[in-house]
């Protein structure tokens, strides 16, 4: 393994808005390549224009300082240097309120689970992520970890601050029950068992937490036996979510990588996972009409039978209204399952796909509004979509919604039938 420090130009991604898997906001990576070797990993692509991305580890020493950096430009203010001024020392709490609601919308940011795991075996010595932490704690910025190592236990006590001071999501990446079939596909990562272990202390120190189902590999991972295995151990580890997802395969390296070793370990799963991915999608999206089961659609049957979320909590973030939390977070999971697990097209999806965005942008309290008698007016809506947004506001889902979810449900019925 070749470890190699570099200095970063730049961390944060562009803004994500109205992101309905993770909501996040901004995503970033503390390294580049990622020594965990996953099989399957979208990072070995030549599009991320990372050579050796498996054995050669960039480290961005001046992570933090960057972010800092960063997020100063973007009108956020440290605690560190409010505490510096003399005149903070004076305000009372609702000025100091009314400041905090001056300042740009608090963001979500994706600190670990992008292209490269920020808690892979060189973190442990040199503790960029950890450094992040701190930054991140420093200007209250509410996280999101996602990762396949239990090394994020050794950042407990920073992630239990950023809770307490706006949040903390902390994810596992967890796809196969079978340790030592999962060590085939993540030779370098921590068990399956290790992850399950270290959610459930996660769970236990109150803070947020789930399982990334993601990728579930076609004909090995989405048998009923291994994804209600999954469900089943997240549950009993206090998990409040588990999210679904296929796998994409780029062709060049990642593709030949993957299939190389399927060929190897399973030969008898090379002829459908060739016919799978045969037609080489830009994107690395499979043939949907060869998939063995729609795993989307498994996994929410699963999660019904199972009693746990196939949906991740949209945390209410510092400042936001509870109406505008809720309202927000219905329209989400209405464009998600619309399509994701319906296949409807993006246009369908548009007018609340619309409204999300400008309500994450940050506007006045949804209430209010109604109260005020110009929530259409001033949400540009028609009457149809004002009907949706009363109906979350009075009871939390809307008349669209639960049409959504009586419609999986036959879908369901009619695949067990």
């Not at 070797?37 to 030549?46: I, L, P």
């Not at 998939?291 to 209410?316: A, F, Q």
């Not at 109406?323 to 399952?337: E, H, K, P, T, Y």
Request: with cysteine.
């Amino acid at each position: 393994m070749r470890y190699e420090r570099i200095k970063a130009k730049s961390l944060l991604s562009k803004p994500i808005a109205a992101d309905g898997w993770f909501h996040i906001n901004r995503s970033m990576n503390a390294y580049r390549g990622c020594e965990h070797g996953c099989v399957y990993c979208d990072g070995m692509s030549e599009s991320y224009h990372v050579d050796d991305f498996l054995t050669h580890i960039r480290i961005k020493e001046n992570a933090a300082e960057v972010l800092r950096r960063e997020l100063k430009k973007a009108g956020f203010t440290s605690r560190r240097e409010l505490e510096t001024e003399t005149l903070w020392s004076f305000l009372d709490e609702e000025d100091t309120k009314r400041l905090a609601m001056k300042s740009p919308r608090k963001q979500v940011i994706g600190v670990c689970g992008g292209v490269s795991d920020g808690y892979q075996p060189a973190e442990k010595e040199h503790e960029i992520t950890r450094q992040v932490l701190e930054t991140l704690l420093d200007f209250e910025m509410p996280v999101f970890v996602l990762t396949k190592s239990d090394l994020v236990l050794r950042d407990i006590d920073l992630l239990k601050k950023i809770h307490e001071v706006a949040f903390a999501n902390v994810l596992f990446t967890i796809t196969l029950v079978d340790d030592k079939v999962q060590k085939i596909f993540e030779p370098r990562a921590s068990t399956t068992s290790e992850r399950y272990k270290a959610l459930k202390k996660v769970r236990k120190e109150d803070l947020f937490g789930g399982v990334m189902a993601t990728p579930i590999i076609p004909g090995l991972g989405d048998t009923y036996e291994n994804m209600s295995g999954l469900a089943k151990e997240a549950k009993r580890a206090g998990a409040q979510f588990i999210l679904w997802g296929g796998m994409t395969l780029k062709s060049g390296c990642q593709k030949m990588h993957f299939l190389n070793v399927v060929r190897k370990r399973f030969p008898e799963k090379l002829e459908l996972l060739e016919g799978i991915y045969r037609k080489n999608h830009p994107y690395g999206h499979p043939d949907y009409n060869k998939l063995p089961v729609n795993i989307m659609l498994r996994g929410y049957e699963i999660c019904k039978d199972v009693g746990i979320s196939d949906r991740t909590i949209r945390h209410r973030l510092p400042n936001e209204p509870e109406a505008n939390n809720q309202v927000l977070g219905a329209l989400l999971d209405i464009v998600f399952r619309q399509t994701y697990l319906l296949g409807m097209s993006w246009n369908k999806s548009t007018p609340f796909r619309e409204l999300a965005l400008r309500i994450e942008k940050g506007i006045d309290d949804l209430n209010k509004m109604r109260e005020e008698g110009d929530l259409a007016e001033r949400l540009m809506i028609d009457s149809q979509l004002l009907t949706s947004v009363e109906e979350i506001l009075d009871t939390g889902s809307c008349q669209v919604l639960d049409d959504i979810h009586i419609r999986l449900d036959e879908l369901v019925s009619r695949n067990n039938a």
